[in-house]
């Protein structure tokens, strides 16, 4: 069964720490892998899209990893800001062409505190 | 830029009734989607459009309907409203193929039924 499976559920930093947000993946075959940011009340916004032969990817303070042969991925985020307080969201492609298909994980709720 | 609107924002329905949520994006995207979010859960694809005139049923399409107007509009339509459409409804947009791309949503609609 595909799954994508996200932890922590949720977070509380301080404003100016880093923090990773995890997501395992059993998913085939395997397609590409998106990070997205989804404040609330908001529609999500992507932050990065990697391939099979992509390992890492930045999009400003946020860097994503990837690691095809365990089928994980995190998300880091340096130094938090209280914008960045919001839902982020793995989400695994399975397939390819029409029979693409997109498996959402549940997210992980951010709150960055001053 | 207005990238995918959606209306209405909020709505309240009593169960039977019907309504049609209206999307359009101005980013000349060829594939249109429209998801439900509910908590607890991933967002789920209710149905896609590859094309002008084209749409294809997604994971949980039952009670819904949709129309492709033309490249720009998707809508959704509830014909007979029951309490477990109760959700949050997003349109989004992409190019290419389907989920192949970097996917683009609104801003949401929420939807209670009665």
């Known amino acids: 069964k595909n799954q994508v499976e996200q932890s922590p559920q949720s977070l509380i930093i301080l404003e100016g720490k880093n923090c990773t947000l995890q997501?395992?993946?059993?998913?085939?075959?395997?397609?590409?892998l998106r990070w997205y940011k989804q404040d609330t009340g908001r529609g999500p916004v992507s932050l990065t899209i990697?391939?099979?032969s992509e390992n890492t990817k930045s999009n400003g303070r946020y860097t994503a990893t990837l690691d095809a042969d365990t089928k994980q991925s995190s998300l880091h985020i340096t130094a938090s800001q209280l914008s960045d307080s919001a839902s982020y969201i793995c989400v695994v492609s399975v397939g390819a062409g029409n029979n693409r298909k997109l498996i959402w994980g549940l997210g992980t709720s951010l709150a960055v505190n001053p | 830029n207005a990238g995918v609107t959606q209306t209405p924002k909020f709505q309240v329905l009593k169960t039977g009734q019907s309504m049609t949520l209206q999307c359009a994006q101005d980013m000349n995207h060829n594939s249109m989607y429209w998801y439900r979010q509910d908590p607890g859960m991933g967002l789920r694809l209710i149905y896609y459009s590859a094309s002008e005139g084209t749409t294809d049923k997604g994971e949980v399409p039952n009670g819904y309907n949709v129309s492709r107007l033309n490249k720009r509009e998707f809508s959704l339509r509830l014909e007979s409203a029951a309490p477990s459409q109760t959700s949050v409804y997003f349109c989004a947009s992409s190019e290419g193929g389907r989920g192949g791309n970097t996917i683009y949503f609104g801003e949401g609609s929420w939807l209670t039924v009665v």
């Open positions: 990697m391939t099979f």
């Open positions: 997501c395992n993946y059993t998913v085939s075959p395997f397609s590409n």
